[in-house]
């Protein structure tokens, strides 16, 4: 079969234009111009329509022209994989068939792979979308393809302003991705937790997977990042590989301060949030880095320039120990009976200097600490130890902010991550217990757990299935966790009870779904998510919320309201003020959980929850 094409069209396709132009001309028969055909084109031409086009239209060019059949396959496969395809489920090993040669790799085949899995993925996100039913089941079946998975949900992420339906595809696409990364960052604890090897950099880097979200700062670009550093350390110091032990920890520790990778910028900032997660450390244009933090990024940075360095078991700050290789001693020259390499210890939190054994033992008797013990927080910690300080810090963190702002106020106000960075240290407290403890001493971070999978990350079900469950075996904390994700699953293959606005309603219901409000007496901004004719909550609870000391009582309209601070609530019609004239960042970037956008001329959102309130 023959395709004609004309001149432009060729034009515009590719960079040779002039060659193909040159054809047409050519192809003239008694001063007529004829018709170019894609069997006329050189092998170079045909290529690189071939990388022009969507690859989903290959196979169909192929059967338009065989000549499109004798180009190389593999390579044209190769290039769609890595341009098409940022992010890879560990199992493909990418990295490594990168480095083989193009036809030792079935390109067209993992393309394949991946183009089924997008459009399998797509059709599940479509799903949730379209009905609150099955939701968690949906995300289940995301999750299946792991990292393969962060292409597609990053696509839908980043949709357009104008899409129909852009708040609910960035909310549910964002839910789904952080189960993703989530799932990544548990498998890592696990791992540590089973005695398997995990490094220090990796294993806080699983926090920031938590509060990951369309940002940079997954593994392996943390994991880059640090190799730039080192390389940038490396280009300015280039005789650094023949430095002495000590020499090398002090280029490092001045490096990393000059260029605010470790340290805080104030006192005052100590105990902000961000400063527990080493990719957010690494990112930031100021010092934002706890001692442990910086402590991790200086050993990351050491192995990578053949320095051996780890954290020690130091109460309330973290040193780094600097290890000389075996036989020698810090100052690089040879200890004369070849013993074990000396050792120093670096505070690159605070500067580039080595601090005296003799001071941390002071430190330590001062603290009331025992001699005996002082070599044990002295010596080299363990990753679980630093996973499990790191969460504290996090906890710690997030009390002081509620502390400062005051009890009512959210780490969302200082922080926009801090239910996710709370989420994470749960996970990291549940599954590393306390040296010697049993796997299942985690049991009472259990119920803060819960309460979060429920309120905040409820597609997170298999994650407690897969991961929390078996740490309880045989336990009445098993029991517990099996019948709280079974009764949650329940729920979410439920069918919503339909409530139309039927006369009754329509006349007594002043207010519609999607309707934004300030609360007449508390001030918060919300967006109403449902309704009931009259108060349709029990005795017990309109007893305790005074609902009969109301103006008008239970026999009013109530509302099913989503807050700007992410809490759901229950208030009467009475405390409702729709004279609102600006939506708040915080409720826009939650509505996508009921709505599917925002509409500027009824100044209300869309309805993504019609299978529940048809009329509204």
């Known amino acids: 079969m023959s395709l004609t094409i004309n001149a432009t069209a060729l034009y515009v396709l590719a960079d040779y234009s002039t060659l193909c132009l040159n054809l047409v001309r050519k192809k003239r028969f008694k001063g007529i111009a004829m018709p170019l ?164 950099e990796r294993a806080l880097a699983a926090f920031d997977q938590f509060v990951l979200h369309e940002r940079k700062g997954d593994f392996e670009e943390i994991s880059a990042r640090l190799d730039n550093v080192a390389e940038s350390i490396r280009l300015q110091h280039a005789d650094i590989s023949e430095a002495s032990p000590q020499k090398k920890a002090e280029t490092i520790a001045a490096y990393l301060l000059s260029q605010k990778l470790t340290g805080v910028e104030a006192d005052s900032q100590y105990h902000n949030l961000q400063n527990s997660f080493i990719g957010l450390a690494l990112q930031s244009n100021e010092r934002a880095a706890l001692p442990l933090i910086s402590v991790a990024i200086f050993c990351a940075v050491s192995k990578r320039l053949g320095l051996h360095a780890e954290p020690c078991g130091f109460p309330f700050h973290i040193y780094a120990i600097v290890i000389a290789p075996e036989g020698q001693g810090v100052d690089g020259r040879p200890l004369q009976d070849g013993s074990a390499g000396q050792q120093l210890y670096f505070d690159p939190f605070r500067s580039n200097q080595m601090v005296p054994k003799s001071d941390l033992e002071a430190q330590l008797k001062a603290m009331g600490i025992a001699s005996i013990e002082h070599e044990a927080h002295l010596s080299v910690a363990s990753t679980a130890d630093m996973v499990r300080r790191t969460a504290r810090n996090i906890v710690t963190a997030i009390q002081s902010t509620r502390h400062i702002h005051g009890a009512s106020t959210s780490a969302e106000t200082v922080f926009p991550e801090s239910d996710g960075a709370l989420y994470s240290a749960l996970w990291a407290l549940l599954i590393l217990a306390e040296e010697g403890a049993p796997r299942s001493a985690g049991a009472r971070y259990l119920p803060y757990m819960l309460d979060n999978v429920e309120k905040q990350f409820s597609m997170d079900a298999s994650l407690i299935e897969k991961f929390a469950i078996p740490l309880f075996e045989g336990s009445h904390q098993q029991d517990q966790l099996s019948n709280t994700i079974r009764v949650m699953r329940r729920g979410d293959l439920m069918p919503k009870t339909v409530k139309p606005r039927d006369p009754e309603s329509s006349q007594s219901v002043q207010f519609r779904v999607g309707q934004v409000f300030r609360h007449r007496r508390y001030n918060y901004q919300g967006v109403i998510t449902g309704w009931d004719v009259e108060c349709a909550a029990g005795e017990t609870w309109m007893s305790q919320m005074g609902v009969d000391r109301l103006s008008r009582g239970r026999h009013q309209s109530f509302y099913h309201v989503l807050v700007e601070d992410k809490s759901v609530r229950y208030v009467a019609e009475e405390n409702i003020d729709d004279a609102l004239l600006h939506v708040g960042t915080s409720l826009m970037s939650l509505a996508g959980r009921h709505f599917k956008r925002w509409d500027e001329t009824s100044k209300r959102f869309i309805s993504n929850i019609r299978d529940e309130y048809p009329d509204d």
């Open 37 to 200: 055909l894609l069997s006329d084109l050189p092998p170079e031409v045909l290529f690189q329509i071939l990388i022009i086009v969507p690859p989903a239209t290959i196979p169909i060019l192929q059967q338009v022209c065989r000549k499109f059949n004798s180009l190389s396959q593999p390579l044209l496969w190769r290039y769609h994989c890595q341009t098409q395809f940022t992010y890879w489920s560990p199992e493909h090993d990418i990295n490594a068939k990168y480095a083989q040669s193009t036809a030792a790799v079935d390109w067209k085949q993992l393309f394949r792979t991946r183009h089924l899995a997008d459009r399998a993925i797509s059709h599940e996100l479509e799903g949730i979308l379209a009905s609150q039913t099955g939701r968690i089941e949906r995300a289940q079946r995301i999750l299946t393809h792991g990292y393969d998975a962060k292409d597609t949900l990053l696509r839908h992420l980043s949709v357009g302003d104008d899409a129909e339906d852009v708040l609910a595809r960035r909310y549910y696409s964002d839910a789904v991705l952080g189960g993703v990364h989530r799932t990544r960052a548990i498998e890592e604890w696990v791992k540590l937790g089973e005695g398997q090897p995990v490094s220090l």
